[in-house]
Every structure is written in C-alpha cells, then in structure tokens.
C-alpha cells in the first residue's frame, strides 16, 4: 500500500468521523427504538383490543420503516467519503475498493476514526 493510500485513508477517517458527529444518526435510532417499544407494548397489551390492534400497528411499521430507510441514508452518507476517496487514488476506484477490504487498512480506518472521535469529543469538552 503507497502512503497516498495511508494519506487519503486517514483523510477520509476524519471526514467520515465528522459527519457521524453531526448528522442526527443517534436520534434517529432513538426514535425507532421508541417507535419499536410502542409497537411491542401495544402487541403485548390485554387492554388493546384487537380491533385497535389491527388499526394502529400498519402506521408503527410505517414510521418503523420511514426511520429505518432514514437511518441507512445517513449510514451511505457517513460512508460516502471513504467510497469517494478512490476517486482521486492511484489506481483508481477498483483498486481503492480492494484495498479497503484487507485487515489492514480497515484497522487503520477504524482506528483513526475512533482517536479522531475521542480527540474531538476531549476537545469539546475541555
């Protein structure tokens, strides 16, 4: 691996990590967490009937759906800066791609992203 992929790596880690900090991804989780306990207490529920039931637990899975597609958006966006990396790396996309799936390099990427988080997050805080 040529140290513009290290270089590009560490690039896209930070870019990757930033927009993982800001996007609303936690909140979106929370939300269909919330939506999915409503849905299971109503099911367990003796004191719905089963009339209500029927009526209500279409719209749960509706916002259980809408939250879930949601969240896998803001999932491909946080990803999106790594994928676009191989656009300007040697070798092109192809090569970026393979060489994202070696140990090595995912190591590296997780890495980073979580010192840049934890170095971040300290900073904030102070």
């Known amino acids: 691996m ?17 927009l993982l900090l800001r996007l609303p991804l936690m909140e979106q989780a929370k939300q269909l967490l919330t939506v999915t306990r409503k849905s299971a207490s109503t099911i367990r529920s003796n004191r719905i009937s089963d ?20 969240f896998f958006i803001l999932l491909c966006v946080v990803a999106l800066p790594v994928a676009l990396m191989g656009l300007v790396a040697p070798g092109g996309f192809g090569r970026w791609l393979d060489m994202l799936m070696q140990p090595l390099p995912m190591l590296l990427l997780c890495g980073a992203s979580l010192a840049y988080i934890l170095a971040r997050v300290k900073l904030i805080r102070g």
């Open 51 to 70: 009339h209500w039931k029927e009526t209500v637990l279409p719209a749960y899975s509706i916002r259980m759906a809408g939250r879930s597609i949601l």
């Open 2 to 18: 040529e140290a513009v992929h290290y270089l590009l790596l560490l690039a896209a880690a930070g870019v990757a990590s930033e």
